[in-house]
């Protein structure tokens, strides 16, 4: 195996956002291609198998591209980048954050951060009905809440409307004390949160009061129209059929609607079917409605979360296959 070397500059003012603390985006680059990155006056050896090398050098290269348009640079991006070039799909990459959906009340942008969800925010923005599925942590959620925030500043569309499922995460809480609003905020919390992030809690209170954004159980959408909202419902899989047919025949004109749901978390009860099972089965080939699959790549929280999905996807496919041959198994033993 032949050795090669390659050169590259990286800015000052950038130097230390690519590396990280104590190196540490470099140590994982070297560990992942198996190169050595030496610093030396600016500018940048990598040195190792000829294309080991080459794509070392290119995540460095978007490391510094992300950084030099304000970005600092987390574990998450260094992860990623690194896993679109063993891929060789690391040149969409660059163009992922170039699209900016808003700002936190803290400054902080919100963008998509893969291309999962850059897709995602894609698709919303040309469907009228998205379907966003996958793990927790890869922005479904908070993503459409940005999108729908952007829209209703831009007087897209004159009102909000977040809706979830109030069922116990595995649970039973008994009896809540308190009016109606108390007993059901609790399993509205995650909009709730959110909401305050992006929108501020002064300003959500003063277009609440109005009318303007509305944070409800999904019971409370029977026997209404939606027209000219922007309308999220999460925790999708945890509808039943009835509640999500109900839920899609409610939207009027004008409005945009993201469902958002994990297919690994459902809180039914033991074999219940999900709505959202059932929607994506019989919507799949209308037009206007969009589905966009997010995986554990797409997991922008803690690394550490992105290998806990990774590893219960692993667990859960290997018990799948097991089931899969005991009924084989069964079926042969009855023949």
Avoid: W
């Avoid at 190169?35 to 090398?53: C, F, L, N, P, W």
């Amino acid at each position: 195996m032949s050795i090669s070397e390659v050169y590259i500059d990286i800015p000052s003012k950038d130097m230390g956002n690519v590396f990280g603390q104590m190196d540490a985006n470099a140590k994982k680059i070297e560990r992942a291609f198996q190169v050595s990155v030496i610093e030396r006056e600016g500018k940048i050896k990598i040195v190792g198998a000829e294309a080991s090398v080459q794509k070392a050098a290119s995540v460095l290269n978007q490391l510094q591209q992300l950084s030099d348009r304000g970005n600092i640079i987390h574990e998450q991006n260094v992860d990623y980048t690194i896993a679109m070039s063993m891929e060789e799909n690391d040149s969409a990459v660059l163009d992922i954050d170039k699209e900016l959906i808003c700002h936190t009340t803290n400054g902080k942008p919100i963008k998509p951060k893969t291309l999962g969800q850059k897709q995602y925010i894609d698709a919303i923005k040309e469907k009228m009905i998205v379907f966003g599925i996958g793990p927790a942590g890869t922005g479904k959620t908070y993503l459409a809440m940005a999108m729908g925030i952007t829209a209703f500043k831009n007087d897209e569309v004159s009102r909000i409307i977040l809706t979830r499922p109030a069922i116990e995460a595995g649970e039973k809480l008994g009896f809540l004390p308190g009016d109606l609003q108390s007993k059901i905020d609790p399993y509205l919390r995650p909009l709730y949160d959110a909401l305050y992030q992006i929108m501020g809690v002064e300003s959500y209170q003063k277009n609440m009061e109005k009318g303007l954004i509305e944070v409800a159980p999904l019971a409370y959408m029977r026997g209404r129209t939606l027209d000219n909202a922007f309308i999220i419902l999460d925790e999708a899989q945890n509808t039943t059929p009835a509640q999500m047919k109900m839920f899609l025949t409610r939207i009027g004109f004008g409005s945009k609607v993201i469902i958002t749901g994990d297919m690994t978390q459902k809180d039914l009860a033991p074999g219940a079917t999900s709505g959202l099972d059932i929607a994506i089965r019989v919507l799949s080939k209308l037009d206007d409605i969009g589905f966009c699959y997010l995986t554990s790549k797409d997991v922008v929280r803690h690394p550490l979360v992105q290998k806990i999905v990774k590893a219960y996807e692993t667990y859960e496919s290997k018990e799948s296959g097991k089931d899969k041959r005991r009924s084989s198994y069964k079926t042969q033993k009855k023949k």
